[in-house]
C-alpha cells in the first residue's frame, strides 16, 4: 500500500512540474505554430537565476524569485521574438532552427556564468518540514508543486476562455488570416504571446529548483519531456498539456520504480502509442 | 560549367595523401565523412522536404553497435559492420513509422524526442554503453588485410567509400523515385491522385537516409577510435543539420560544401573559444537570417550574374 | 475490356460530411453512367469541390458510400483511386513549377507505372515516357513549350497543361474542377474544344461555379446547394427547372 501512495504522490508532483513546463510550450506551438526549441534554455536559466538569487539574498522568496525570474525571461523572449523570429515570418523551418541556435547560445553563456558544477536551489524555509499524509511523511513541497501546477492551469484557462486577450489568442489559433482581416493586431499579439510561454517557463525553472537544482544540461532534459507531453496531449491544447503532463507523470514515475532500467524507454513509450493510434495527440485537432 | 567543378573537386580529393602532412590528411578524412552524413540527411530535408533533428541516431547507434561487437564480443570488422548497418537500418524503418505519424514540425518534434531518448540511454545505461566514459580503445578494420591505421591509408579508405555513397545517394535522387520523391516534397496531395504512394515514398527515402547514416557513423567510429553518448545529441543532428542549410539543401553537392565549412569553423574555432556551442548557435542565426538557401545556391547566382544571365 | 457494362462509372449514395457543427454534404446522392458528360453547379458554398474531394479521396465523408467502375472506394486512400482509373484536376493549379512541361505530364505518366519505384537509372533515360509526354502536349496544342518551365508559361497555358497531365493517365472518370476558371475568352474556347474532344471512354464531370460557359459541353447537370442535392437530370430540363432559378436568383 505504502509503495502505491507514495508512488502516487511523486507522480502528482512530477506531473506538476512537467505541466508547469509544457504548458508555455504549448501555448507558443497552439498559436505560433512554432516548436519554440528554446523552451527548455528558458526553463535552465530561470532555474540559475533562482539558484544565484535565492543563495545571495537572504530576503527573497522563492515565489517573488519565480515571477521576477519570469519576467526577466520573458523579457529576453520578447526581445528575441521581436528582433529575430519577425523577420523570419515567411520561413518555419528558419524560426525552429533559430530557437535552436538561440538554445546552444543560451545553454553555453550559462555555462561561461555558473560554471560545469551542480547548484542547488534551496527550498523555502516554510515548506522545508515534511507533511504527514496518509499515514506517511511526503516532502512538502512537491506537494505544492501540484497545487501550483492547477493553479497556472486555471489561471491560463481563465486568461484563454475568459479575457479579451484569450479570446483573440483563439481567434488567431483558429484562423491567423481572418483574425487579421477582423483587426487583431496578430503580430503583437504573437510577441505577448511568446513573452507569456517564455515566461512561465522561466517561472517554472525556479519553482523546479529545489526538486532539480541547476546544472549544465538541465535545458536538454526538460526540453525532450516538454515535447513528449505536448506530442502526446496535442498539439496546442492546454488541457492536453495538463493531461498529458500527469498522464507521463504517472506512467514515468510507477514505471521506473518497477522497471528502473527501462526509464528512459517508459517515457517516450506513450508517446509512441499515441502517436501511433491517435496521431493528433489525445487532446489535438486534426490537421492542427 | 558544373563538369568542371566536379572535376576540380575530385581531382583536389586526390591531393592530400600527396602533397599535405598527417594533420591535414585527417582533416580531410574528417571532411569526408561530415559530407557523407549530412547529404545522408539532405536526402530527407532538402529532396524529401522532411527536416529531422534526429539524424545523429542513426551516427550514433551504428557507431555504438560496431564498438561493442568488436571490442565487448570478439567479432570481427566485417561481420559487426554488417550486423550495425543492418540494425540501424532496421532502427531507422521502425523510427520513421512513428515520425512519419507526423509532418512538419510534429515530424521534427518527433525526430528530436526519440533521438533525445537515444541520447539518454547511452549516458544511463553505462553498463552496456560506459556512459559518459565512453568506449575506448576500438580498433580499425583491415579491409583484405590492408591496414588503415595511417592517416594516408585510411583516408584513402574512406575516399572510396565516400564516393561510392555520394555516386549512390545521387542516382537515387536523380532516378524516377527521385523524381517522385521531389514531387511528394513540393505538391504531395498531387502526387497522391497521381497515383504515387506520399507516405511509402517518404518511408523509403527516411530508411534510405538512415542506411547512409550508419555508414557515416562506421566511418566515425573508425576514424576516432572511440565514441561516446555526445556523438548522439542534438548538437551533433544540428551541426549537420547546419551544413546541409548552410551548404544549399536544394542541391546534390551544397550539403558536402557545408558539412566541410561546419567541421573546419569547429576545428579552427575550438583553438580559440571555448565555448563552441554558442558559436554554433550564432552561425545558425546568420546562416538563416542572411543566407536562408545557403552558400552553394548563393554562389552559382553569382556566378550565373557574373556571366551576364538573368535567372 | 468486354462489352458495354450496365454499371455506373460513378455512384455515390448518402454522402455526408460536416465538419465540427456545419454540415457540407447532406446526403448527396449521384449516379453516372459510362461516358456521360456531367456538370456539377452550385452557388459558391454549396459544396461542390468538397464533393469532389471526397470521390477523389481527400477528405473522408462521415456517412454514405462512393463506387468507382463497381468497386467501393469509400474508404480508398487517393494513390489507390488513380489506380483504378480516377483522374481529376483543380481549382487552383498544382503543377510543378520549376519543371519543364514535359516533366510535368511524365510524372503523370509516371504514377501509374512500377518503374516509378525504381531507384537506379535516372529520370531522363526513360526515353518512352518523353515522347509520350510530348505527344500528350502536342495533344493539347503546347508541343512547342515542352522544354519551357511551368513558371514561364501563361496561366491559360498552365490549365491546359493541367488538362495534359490528367488526360495522359488515359482516366475512366476524369474529374474537372474549375477548368476554365480565370480563363480569356480565346483560351477559354480553346480548353472547351479540349474538353469536348475527350473521347467517350473517359467519363467526364465537371464542376463549374458560372453555369453559361460550360452548359454546352454538359448533357447531365446536378445542381448543389448548402451540401443538398437540388435538381439532377438532362440538361434542358434542368435549367427549366423552376427550383434552378430560385438557387440562383435567390428567391
Not at chain 1, 525570474?69 to 529575430?84: D, N
Amino acid at each position: 500500500m505504502q509503495f502505491w501512495i507514495i508512488q502516487g504522490l511523486n507522480s502528482l508532483s512530477l506531473g506538476g512540474l512537467l505541466f508547469l513546463l509544457s504548458s508555455g510550450f504549448s501555448l507558443i506551438f497552439g498559436l505560433m505554430r512554432l516548436a519554440n526549441l528554446t523552451h527548455g534554455a528558458f526553463f535552465m536559466l530561470g532555474t540559475y537565476l533562482a539558484a544565484t538569487a535565492l543563495r545571495s539574498f537572504d530576503g527573497l522568496n522563492i515565489w517573488t524569485t519565480a515571477i521576477g525570474a519570469g519576467f526577466v525571461v520573458a523579457a529576453l523572449g520578447g526581445l528575441f521574438e521581436r528582433l529575430v523570429l519577425t523577420r523570419l515570418k515567411a520561413n518555419p523551418l528558419g524560426q525552429v532552427l533559430v530557437t535552436l541556435g538561440m538554445s546552444f547560445i543560451i545553454s553555453d553563456a550559462c555555462l561561461m556564468i555558473w560554471g560545469g558544477d551542480s547548484i542547488p536551489v534551496p527550498t523555502p524555509q516554510n515548506l522545508q518540514t515534511p507533511t504527514r499524509l496518509f499515514g506517511f511523511v511526503f516532502p512538502t513541497y512537491r506537494l505544492v508543486l501540484v497545487g501550483l501546477a492547477v493553479l497556472v492551469a486555471v489561471s491560463l484557462y481563465f486568461l484563454i476562455e475568459c479575457t479579451r486577450l484569450g479570446a483573440m489568442i483563439r481567434a488567431g489559433v483558429d484562423d491567423r488570416q481572418m483574425a487579421r482581416a477582423v483587426g487583431i493586431p496578430v503580430s503583437r499579439l504573437f510577441t505577448i504571446v511568446f513573452c507569456l510561454g517564455t515566461g512561465i517557463a522561466g517561472a517554472a525553472g525556479v519553482l523546479g529548483g529545489p526538486i532539480l537544482s541547476a546544472y549544465p544540461g538541465l535545458d536538454a532534459d526538460m526540453l525532450p519531456l516538454a515535447l513528449i507531453v505536448v506530442i502526446l496531449g496535442g498539439i496546442g491544447s492546454l488541457l492536453g498539456a495538463f493531461v498529458g503532463s500527469f498522464v507521463i507523470g504517472f506512467i514515468y514515475t510507477f514505471g521506473t520504480a518497477l522497471f528502473p532500467e527501462l526509464a528512459y524507454i517508459i517515457l517516450f513509450l506513450p508517446m509512441i502509442v499515441v502517436i501511433a493510434f491517435r496521431p493528433q495527440g489525445l487532446f489535438g485537432r486534426v490537421g492542427a | 560549367m558544373k563538369w568542371i567543378a566536379a572535376v576540380l573537386i575530385g581531382g583536389s580529393l586526390l591531393l592530400p595523401p600527396f602533397f599535405a602532412g598527417d594533420f591535414y590528411i585527417n582533416l580531410a578524412s574528417q571532411i569526408l565523412i561530415a559530407a557523407i552524413f549530412a547529404l545522408s540527411l539532405n536526402l530527407l530535408v532538402g529532396f524529401g522536404g522532411m527536416t529531422s533533428l534526429g539524424h545523429a541516431s542513426y551516427l550514433g547507434v551504428a557507431a555504438y553497435i560496431s564498438a561493442l561487437l568488436t571490442s565487448r564480443y570478439g567479432f570481427d570488422h566485417g561481420a559487426a559492420a554488417l550486423i550495425s548497418i543492418l540494425g540501424t537500418t532496421a532502427m531507422a524503418a521502425f523510427f520513421g513509422v512513428i515520425a512519419l505519424r507526423a509532418s512538419g514540425l510534429g515530424f521534427l518534434m518527433i525526430t528530436l524526442a526519440l533521438s533525445q531518448v537515444l541520447w539518454g540511454l547511452a549516458y544511463r545505461m553505462s553498463n552496456v554503453t560506459n556512459g559518459d566514459n565512453g568506449i575506448t580503445g576500438l580498433t580499425r578494420p583491415a579491409p583484405f588485410g590492408f591496414s588503415l591505421e595511417s592517416p594516408v591509408a585510411f583516408y584513402w579508405f574512406v575516399l572510396i567509400v565516400s564516393t561510392i555513397a555520394f555516386l549512390m545517394m545521387t542516382t537515387f535522387v536523380t532516378s524516377a523515385f527521385g523524381s517522385s520523391l521531389k514531387g511528394v516534397r513540393d505538391q504531395p496531395r498531387r502526387m497522391a491522385a497521381l497515383g504515387f504512394n506520399p507516405w511509402l515514398i517518404r518511408w523509403i527515402t527516411f530508411v534510405y537516409a538512415g542506411l547512409w547514416g550508419a555508414v557515416a557513423g562506421l566511418l566515425y567510429v573508425y576514424y576516432h577510435k572511440y565514441i561516446h553518448p555526445s556523438s548522439l545529441s542534438t548538437t551533433s543532428s544540428a551541426e549537420a543539420l547546419l551544413g546541409v542549410i548552410a551548404g544549399g539543401s536544394g542541391t546534390l553537392g551544397g550539403p558536402a560544401v557545408g558539412a566541410a565549412l561546419v567541421l573546419l569553423l569547429k576545428n579552427y574555432a575550438s583553438a580559440y573559444i571555448e565555448r563552441w556551442n554558442m558559436l554554433l548557435g550564432l552561425v545558425f542565426l546568420f546562416i538563416v537570417l542572411v543566407m536562408p538557401a545557403g552558400i552553394v545556391p548563393g554562389f552559382s547566382r553569382l556566378m550565373a550574374g557574373l556571366r551576364g544571365e538573368n535567372r | 475490356m468486354t462489352g458495354p457494362s450496365s454499371e455506373p462509372a460513378l455512384e455515390v449514395v448518402g454522402l455526408k460530411k460536416a465538419f465540427g457543427g456545419l454540415a457540407v454534404t447532406q446526403d448527396v446522392a449521384l449516379k453516372v453512367r459510362a461516358g456521360e458528360r456531367r456538370l456539377i453547379i452550385g452557388p459558391n458554398g454549396a459544396g461542390k469541390t468538397t464533393l469532389f474531394n471526397q470521390i477523389s479521396g481527400d477528405l473522408r465523408p462521415n456517412a454514405g458510400s462512393i463506387r468507382l467502375l463497381g468497386a467501393d472506394v469509400t474508404y480508398l486512400p487517393p494513390f489507390k483511386r488513380a489506380h483504378r482509373g480516377l483522374s481529376r484536376t483543380y481549382q487552383i493549379i498544382t503543377l510543378f513549377a520549376g519543371d519543364t512541361l514535359e516533366h510535368n505530364v511524365s510524372l503523370g505518366l509516371l504514377g501509374l507505372r512500377p518503374s516509378r519505384w525504381q531507384m537506379w537509372l535516372p529520370m531522363s533515360s526513360y526515353r518512352d515516357l518523353a515522347t509520350e509526354s510530348r505527344r500528350a502536349l502536342d495533344a493539347v496544342g503546347l508541343l512547342h513549350l515542352a522544354d519551357r518551365p511551368i513558371s514561364d508559361i501563361a496561366y491559360g497555358e498552365r490549365r491546359r497543361v493541367e488538362l495534359a497531365v490528367a488526360l495522359a493517365q488515359k482516366p475512366r472518370v476524369l474529374l474537372l474542377d474549375e477548368p476554365l476558371a480565370g480563363l480569356s475568352n480565346t483560351e477559354r474556347s480553346t480548353v472547351k474544344s479540349l474538353i469536348a474532344s475527350i473521347p467517350r471512354d473517359t467519363t467526364l464531370i465537371m464542376i463549374e461555379h458560372d453555369m453559361d460557359t460550360a452548359l454546352d459541353l454538359a448533357e447531365t447537370v446536378t445542381l448543389l446547394n448548402y451540401g443538398r442535392v437540388i435538381v439532377d437530370g438532362e440538361r434542358d430540363a434542368v435549367i427549366a427547372d423552376e427550383r434552378t432559378r430560385e438557387v440562383y436568383l435567390g428567391t
